[in-house]
C-alpha cells in the first residue's frame, strides 16, 4: 500500500487553504501579471498541482518497493490440534504453532535480490506517469493562460467600445448643438432638432450599456484568475501589433515547451517500462529474508536468514499475454505521441493562418476608418454651410464609430490569434514576445 507522505499531505492541505481563501489585487494590471496570478491562484491549476503531487507519492512507492522491507507483528494463540496464522505486516509472515497456548514476536526483514527487472522497471514507468502527470500539469496552465488572456483581451476591446462611444456621444452632442444654432437662425427646422437629440440619446444609452459590458468583461476576468470579484484592478496593457516566430521556430519551441507533447513522450516511455516490467515477471524472483523471534516456547526463540526464490514454470500464458498486452500498449502510446505532434502542428498552422487574417483585415478596418473620418468632417463642414442634410451626418457619425468597431476588433482578432499560437508552443503570450524579439520573426 502507498502511504503519502507527511510533506505532501502537507502541501495538499496548504493547497487546498489557499484555494479556499480569495485574494485580491488592486492598481493596474499588466498581462503578464494577470497570467502570473492565474498560474497561483486558479482552482484549475491548483487540482492539477494536487494530481500531480500525487503521481510524484506514486513514484516513491514504487521506489521503495525496490529497497527492503521491515515489520515487527505479534502473535498470542490457544489451540489443541495446532494452527499456522499469517501477521498483518508487510511483508507478511507466516508462523506454524503447536498444540497448547504459545505467544511470539516476530521481526522480518524482506529484500528483493533479483526480480528479472520487474521492480525496476515498475519504478521507472512510475517516474514516467509521475513526467506525464508534470505534462498535464503544463497543459491545464497553458489553457488556463489561454483563458486568462482571452478574458484580458476582453475587457481590452470593450473598453474600446466605451471609447468609442464616448467619441460618439460628443459627435452627438456637438451635432445638437449646430441643428439648433441653424434652427434659431431659420436655416434649419425644428424636427432636425428633435432628431438630433434623439440620435444624441441613442448615443448616450449605448455608452450605457458599453460601459455595463466593460464591467462585466472584468468580472470575467477576476473569476478566471480566480481572485475577489471586489478587486479594483485595470488592465494596464493595450493590443499589440508584434512580430511572431517563423514557422520552424515554433515547431522547435512546441516540441520543447508543449505540455501535450512533453505527455505522450512520458507516457510512450511508461509503456516502454511497464513491457519490461512485464517481462521480468517472466523471470525467477529472489527475496532475502532475515527473522528474529521472541516467544515463551524457547524452542521458538531465535534468529534465522534465508532465501526464497520463485521460479515460474506454468500459468497458463497468462505471463506471456500481459507482454502481449504491454506491447500493445507501447504501440498505442508511440500512435498517440505522433498524434500529438500534428495536433500542435495544426494548431500553429491555423494560428498562424488567423493571425494573417486579422493582419489583412486590421490593414482594410484601418484604410475604413481613415476613409469614414474624412468623409465625416467633410460632411460636417458641408452641413454647417447649408450644403448637406443632418441624415448625412448622422449616417457619417455612424460609419466612423463601425470603422472603430472594426479596427478594435481586428487587433483583438491578431492578439487572441497570437496567443492561441503562444498556448500551441507551450508558452504565454508575454514569453513568446521575449522570444520573437530576441530571434527569428515571420
Not at 444624441?200 to 468583461?217: C, Q, T
Amino acid at each position: 500500500m502507498i502511504r503519502p507522505s507527511f510533506w505532501a499531505l502537507t502541501c495538499l492541505l496548504g493547497q487546498l487553504a489557499s484555494a479556499q481563501t480569495t485574494e485580491r489585487i488592486d492598481g493596474p494590471l499588466p498581462l503578464a501579471r494577470a497570467i502570473e496570478v492565474a498560474g497561483e491562484r486558479s482552482p484549475r491549476i491548483l487540482a492539477a498541482v494536487a494530481e500531480r503531487n500525487a503521481s510524484n507519492e506514486a513514484r516513491r512507492g514504487a521506489l521503495a518497493r525496490l529497497g527492503p522491507q521491515l515489520s515487527a507483528s505479534g502473535f498470542g494463540v490457544s489451540s489443541k490440534p495446532g494452527t499456522m496464522l499469517s501477521g498483518p505486516a508487510m511483508p507478511a509472515p507466516t508462523m506454524s504453532f503447536a498444540s497448547g497456548s504459545s505467544w511470539v514476536g516476530n521481526l522480518m526483514l524482506m529484500m528483493p535480490l533479483y526480480t528479472g527487472g520487474q521492480l525496476g522497471a515498475a519504478a521507472e514507468a512510475a517516474r514516467h506517469e509521475a513526467q506525464a502527470m508534470a505534462a498535464e500539469e503544463a497543459e491545464m496552465r497553458g489553457e488556463t493562460t489561454l483563458m486568462a488572456t482571452d478574458a484580458y483581451l476582453n475587457v481590452l476591446l470593450a473598453r474600446a467600445k466605451v471609447s468609442r462611444e464616448l467619441a460618439r456621444v460628443a459627435a452627438t452632442a456637438e451635432m445638437v448643438r449646430v441643428t439648433q444654432a441653424r434652427a434659431d437662425a431659420g436655416k434649419d427646422i425644428a424636427a432636425s432638432v428633435r432628431r438630433a437629440e434623439a440620435e444624441h440619446s441613442m448615443a448616450v444609452r449605448e455608452l450605457a450599456m458599453a460601459r455595463n459590458d466593460e464591467a462585466k468583461m472584468l468580472l470575467d476576468l477576476l473569476a478566471t484568475l480566480g481572485v475577489s470579484l471586489d478587486s479594483k484592478t485595470d488592465p494596464a496593457d493595450g493590443f499589440s501589433a508584434s512580430a511572431v516566430p517563423s514557422l520552424q521556430r515554433l515547431l522547435a519551441l512546441a516540441k520543447e515547451h508543449r505540455g501535450l507533447i512533453a505527455g505522450a513522450q512520458a507516457k510512450l516511455k511508461a509503456a516502454a517500462s511497464q513491457v519490461r516490467a512485464a517481462q521480468g515477471m517472466q523471470r525467477p524472483q529472489v527475496f532475502g529474508v532475515l527473522m528474529a523471534d521472541a516467544a515463551n516456547d524457547p524452542m521458538m526463540r531465535g534468529a534465522s536468514a534465508g532465501i526464497s526464490i520463485g521460479i515460474p514454470i506454468f500459468d497458463g500464458g497468462e505471463r506471456k499475454a500481459e507482454v502481449r498486452k504491454m506491447k500493445s500498449m507501447q504501440t498505442a502510446a508511440e500512435q498517440n505521441l505522433r498524434q500529438a505532434e500534428l495536433n500542435v502542428e495544426r494548431e500553429i498552422r491555423q494560428a498562424l493562418l488567423d493571425l494573417d487574417l486579422a493582419k489583412s483585415n486590421a490593414e482594410s478596418a484601418r484604410a475604413a476608418l481613415a476613409s469614414a473620418s474624412a468623409s465625416l468632417e467633410i460632411v460636417k463642414i458641408r452641413y454647417e454651410a447649408g450644403k448637406a442634410i443632418l441624415l448625412e451626418q448622422i449616417d457619417a457619425i455612424q460609419a466612423k464609430s463601425s470603422a472603430e468597431a472594426e479596427v478594435a476588433r481586428a487587433a483583438f482578432d491578431a492578439e487572441m490569434a497570437r496567443a492561441r499560437l503562444a498556448k500551441a508552443v507551450g508558452l504565454s503570450l508575454p514569453e513568446l514576445d521575449k522570444i520573437a524579439a530576441a530571434g527569428e520573426t515571420k
